[in-house]
């Protein structure tokens, strides 16, 4: 991964959903360009294995702090949040975990289910924002990222992803409201569309029963799939983080679109 070198040293990063996928290789991106880590998700197995991954890397020598917290659950998320400031302050924030549950006809969800998406989707990011923001305002700098995604531009691509593609969307109108009140204080918020990347996720909907998150669903995820349309985790992040230490402020940063005007502060 080509990330300058020490360029966030003495930064604390946390990043959500860093156990595998995109969040792991944003990670260890981060951990190359000198920040301390803080690793969030479920899985402390897969935590660990992110933890065994920065150390072989060698990337860095900051610090790392695991913590396992599920983020839809509100009691969780305010221990995790305590344990990760009682370190100190957090000025990199990568939103990135997220649910692409549930799927399936909109009429057929349960409210609870559509809840729980928008709690881990939209209420989490933003909780998570409201608790680190002080201090990123206070140092006078801050990064914080929310991992969105391209079905914003085209709700209509993914039928039967309703609440995926209804919390997303919350996720980019928070960001970009946010972007505007942080305007000055060095202090930046912007979305990331990943692009379609070979994850877990990916392989989850397509061992999904196409007759209950739909036949046009399922045959699109597999089809583009065995057509190698996917990129590798490895590759979306570091297209993130290729923007992560400029100035912009409120822009929906695309995986692909690295021309010069879209990275200019
Ligand atoms: N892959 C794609 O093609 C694609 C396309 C567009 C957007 N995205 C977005 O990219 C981001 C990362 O996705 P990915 O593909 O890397 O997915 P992934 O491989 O499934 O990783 C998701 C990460 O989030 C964590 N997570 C899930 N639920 C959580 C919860 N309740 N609390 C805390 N952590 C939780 C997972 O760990 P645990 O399960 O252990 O908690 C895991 O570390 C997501 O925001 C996704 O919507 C992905």
Request: aromatic share 4%.
């Amino acid at each position: 991964m080509n990330v300058t070198v020490d360029v966030f040293a003495g930064r604390t990063a946390l990043v959500t959903g860093a156990g595998r996928g995109i969040g792991r290789q944003v990670a260890l991106g981060l951990a190359q360009a000198g920040a301390d880590l803080i690793l969030l998700a479920r899985s402390a197995d897969q935590l660990e294995d992110t933890r065994a991954a920065l150390a072989e890397s060698g990337a860095g020598c900051g610090r790392v702090m695991v913590i396992k917290a599920d983020l839809g659950d509100e009691g969780q998320r305010a221990q995790a949040v305590a344990a990760a400031l009682a370190r100190g302050r957090v000025e990199i924030l990568v939103n990135n975990a997220a649910t692409v549950e549930p799927l399936g006809a909109t009429a057929e969800i349960p409210v609870s289910d559509l809840r729980r998406a928008f709690e881990l989707n939209v209420i989490a990011p933003i909780a998570l924002a409201a608790a680190t923001l002080p201090g990123m305002i206070e140092a006078g700098w801050g990064r914080i990222v929310n991992v969105s995604s391209g079905i914003v531009a085209h709700p209509e691509a993914m039928t039967r992803g309703n609440a995926y593609a209804a919390t997303k969307a919350a996720l980019e109108a928070h960001t970009l409201n946010l972007a505007a009140e942080l305007h000055g204080t060095g202090v930046t918020a912007n979305v990331y569309r990943p692009g379609r990347v070979d994850t877990a996720m990916q392989t989850w909907i397509r061992g999904q029963d196409p007759e209950r998150i739909g036949a046009a669903l399922h045959e699109r995820f597999t089809r583009s799939a065995a057509a190698g349309e996917l990129i590798t985790a490895e590759h979306s992040a570091a297209s993130l983080l290729a923007r992560l230490g400029g100035a912009q402020n409120g822009v929906v940063w695309d995986v692909d679109d690295l021309s010069p005007d879209s990275m200019a502060g």
